[in-house]
């Protein structure tokens, strides 16, 4: 079943979903790596690839992320009342945009998903309306970090992941 989220619920819940799949994909990396601290995405040691690139990311933010933030108390009013876009197009800039973050391949900005959605690039308008305080983002962000602390990613890795995700908090923030 398909549901629709607004511009601004979708950069929320793409940033949560991105972090849940960075996490589930970190895991499955870490236990792929080599001894010589490369993995077999070609050698690529970065946080994006620790997290299984784009697919693991995608694959934590879906299962795990997203339905851990539409159910809080606290993110999830903000969000889920707002949804207009598919929720899979939103997972699915989430993740690339995590991944491109996090030194992963994916493009950051601007991307046509296969169903013609486009990928936008400003939080700012992605969010406006929503009226979003501090403790709602840093409640989305702890979300996303005890999502992967539970599916067994590194707390270095977490804690890169929080910082993108707080690199956003200005263009979410209040809009």
């Not at 490369?38 to 299962?63: E, K």
């Not at 403790?135 to 910082?163: H, L, N, P």
Request: proline share 5%; net charge negative.
């Amino acid at each position: 079943m398909m549901r629709t989220l607004t511009a601004n619920s979708w950069k929320v819940i793409t940033s949560a979903l991105l972090v849940a799949t960075i996490v589930a994909g970190a895991s499955r990396a870490t236990r792929a790596a080599s001894s010589d601290g490369s993995d077999d995405r070609g050698g690529n040691t970065s946080v994006a690839a620790r997290l299984g690139g784009f697919p693991g990311i995608l694959a934590f933010l879906d299962r795990f992320v997203v339905p851990a933030e539409v159910t809080d108390p606290v993110v999830g009013p903000f969000f889920v009342p707002n949804i207009k876009e598919p929720a899979g197009d939103i997972e699915q800039c989430l993740a690339m945009l995590l991944d491109h973050d996090l030194g992963g391949s994916s493009p950051h900005f601007g991307a046509i998903l296969a169903d013609g959605h486009q990928c936008r690039s400003s939080m700012s308008n992605i969010h406006r309306g929503f009226g979003i305080p501090d403790f709602v983002i840093d409640r989305f962000i702890a979300i996303v970090g005890e999502q992967a602390a539970m599916a067994g990613v590194a707390d270095s890795d977490i804690q890169e992941v929080a910082k993108v995700l707080d690199s956003y908090r200005g263009g979410v923030r209040q809009k």
